[in-house]
């Protein structure tokens, strides 16, 4: 196969079908591509196998029978076990089971290295590597209004932009392989500070005695304004910490920002700060909670 | 006089006609309000003067003759020689000039200690002090859709409220004397944080080799998405730094925060770092530049 990939054509392959994965997932069969899935835990994957997904055994069969394989799963080391294998790329490995041609897309945040890695396996071996995270959130998968950022030769890119625009509503190349995973640091940066201002601002509040409601009220709407105040600062106040997007996830994030950074030689001191203290609540056991849980360090 | 403040019944005097105080007296005017002038250079106040307000002479001059004295100005040293003048109140002041009832309010950014200290010296003389900083920027002043946030005794606040609807769309009071205050430092540890992010963002993006445009796309409208990276982040990358809001008031208003913050007991690691990049930025001459200048501090 080459070119193009098509509903009604073309077979894409999902592995992960996690809060974000199982919606994005069924976005693309309801566009008329045909899905095959497969997920550590085969219940995870029920509602998209009753909406006419297919299942695969394994990530390798699932491999050989797609055009396209998707994958969005939690951590750099997933992916790293995922692409390849326990044998370096070998049969048990997406590298080794996928036709050659076929596009390998990973949209789990995950380290521009691993990516330029993968890129170069693949190449190696006929196939075509994407890293393509996304920002947007949960409700944004549920919507199909993912914003998409895209590494990868820029021919593949075009290639499967019908694909990703099933799931996303802003898809934008960034450069070769790593870029969009460049490109979502940049995004994990910004909204580390975000939720840093907002947790410090509401803390302000509290301890000067004021009404947070009220003060959120004055501030949410003028330049100090951001999602994060508008969405998460509302929850904070109503002690609500379920995740949205999960504190030990935003932690790995983090990590990634700053090996990358260090690597670049750049100096991100915000983003060092936000890390530290992130590492401080995942340590105190916060892990499973939403990343605006990061306010129980001012709670103290 | 007593009671709520009315257009075409009530004299207002405005004291500082700069980028947010001469587009504010203007609306005040236009709004059938009587406006008394005062600045220290009296060219700023000639398109106010034109457009049918008066001039005094002197701020006791002003304050003689006002139903209410707006004050908003560079720095709480010059709020204080304003409300206390040489001799701590005496026919110099504002304090020592008004007549009794007059509403006294300060919409200058400046400490609520400062504030509680007024609105005091106020009380016992029968004055009626308001702290009411506001935010929304010269954009905000022009368009007469500012948010205020106003500290001191809720009669007052409601009293004055017409008049400071004259100005802004969003009026919220926050508590007694110096809670205005105490929200807009809310404000502006948010806009800290977030203008942090904004700058670690881009010269992130720059480092990895990402045309930093195509970022602003990818990450602005999602969960990252903020006021600062909406309007100030496109002026960076033009490479714009004119005010906007001056990195000079900004450090002023910091400071404010950060001695707010330790006479309250409240840590705030966020704020305290982009107060020292901020004191860094100011020391390396950046004072007279928009607060996106923080930027520079990333291009070495």
């Known amino acids: 196969m080459s070119g193009t990939l098509s509903p009604g054509e073309s077979t894409v392959g999902f592995i992960g079908t996690g809060v974000m994965g199982?919606?994005?997932?069924?976005?693309?069969?309801?566009?008329?591509?045909?899905?095959?899935?497969?997920?550590?835990?085969?219940?995870?994957?029920?509602?998209?196998?009753?909406?006419?997904?297919?299942?695969?055994e394994t990530p390798t069969e699932l491999a050989a029978r797609a055009d396209a394989v998707v994958?969005?799963?939690?951590?750099?080391?997933?992916?790293?076990?995922?692409?390849?294998?326990?044998?370096?790329?070998?049969?048990?490995?997406?590298?080794?089971?996928?036709?050659?041609g076929t596009y390998l897309i990973d949209m789990t945040t995950?380290?521009?290295?691993?990516?330029?890695?993968?890129?170069?396996?693949?190449?190696?071996?006929?196939?075509?590597?994407?890293?393509?995270?996304v920002?947007?959130?949960?409700?944004?998968?549920?919507?199909?209004?993912?914003?998409?950022?895209?590494?990868?030769?820029?021919?593949?890119?075009?290639?499967?932009?019908?694909?990703?625009?099933?799931?996303?509503?802003?898809?934008?190349?960034?450069?070769?392989?790593?870029?969009?995973?460049?490109?979502?640091?940049?995004n994990q940066i910004a909204i580390a500070a975000s939720m840093l201002g907002a947790c410090e601002a509401l803390a302000y509040a509290r301890g000067a005695g004021l009404d947070q409601a009220r003060v959120l009220e004055s501030i949410g709407a003028g330049s100090a304004g951001s999602w994060t105040l508008a969405n998460l600062a509302p929850r904070i106040l109503a002690g609500d910490f379920a995740p949205g997007f999960f504190v030990k996830h935003f932690v790995k994030d983090l990590r990634i920002a700053l090996a990358s950074a260090e690597e670049l030689g750049l100096e991100v001191p915000g983003?060092?700060?936000?890390?530290?203290?992130?590492?401080?609540?995942?340590?105190?056991?916060?892990g499973e909670e939403g990343t605006h849980a990061l306010y129980h360090l001012y709670e103290r």
Chains 1, 2 share one sequence.
């Open 271 to 286: 983003t060092q700060l936000a890390a530290r203290l992130y590492e401080t609540l995942l340590a105190a056991g916060h």
């Open 135 to 186: 920002t947007g959130g949960d409700r944004g998968a549920r919507e199909a209004r993912l914003s998409i950022m895209v590494g990868g030769e820029e021919a593949d890119a075009h290639a499967v932009e019908p694909l990703l625009r099933a799931m996303g509503t802003t898809v934008v190349h960034h450069g070769g392989p790593g870029c969009g995973q460049h490109a979502k640091i940049c």
């Open 110 to 133: 995950s380290s521009p290295a691993l990516a330029r890695r993968i890129a170069e396996a693949a190449s190696a071996r006929g196939l075509r590597a994407l890293d393509a995270p």
């Open 22 to 56: 199982a919606p994005m997932a069924g976005h693309v069969l309801a566009a008329g591509f045909d899905v095959v899935v497969w997920a550590r835990s085969a219940e995870k994957a029920t509602g998209l196998l009753e909406a006419g997904a297919q299942w695969a």
């Open 71 to 100: 994958t969005i799963v939690g951590y750099p080391a997933d992916v790293e076990a995922l692409y390849f294998g326990d044998d370096g790329g070998g049969d048990g490995s997406l590298l080794g089971a996928a036709r050659p």
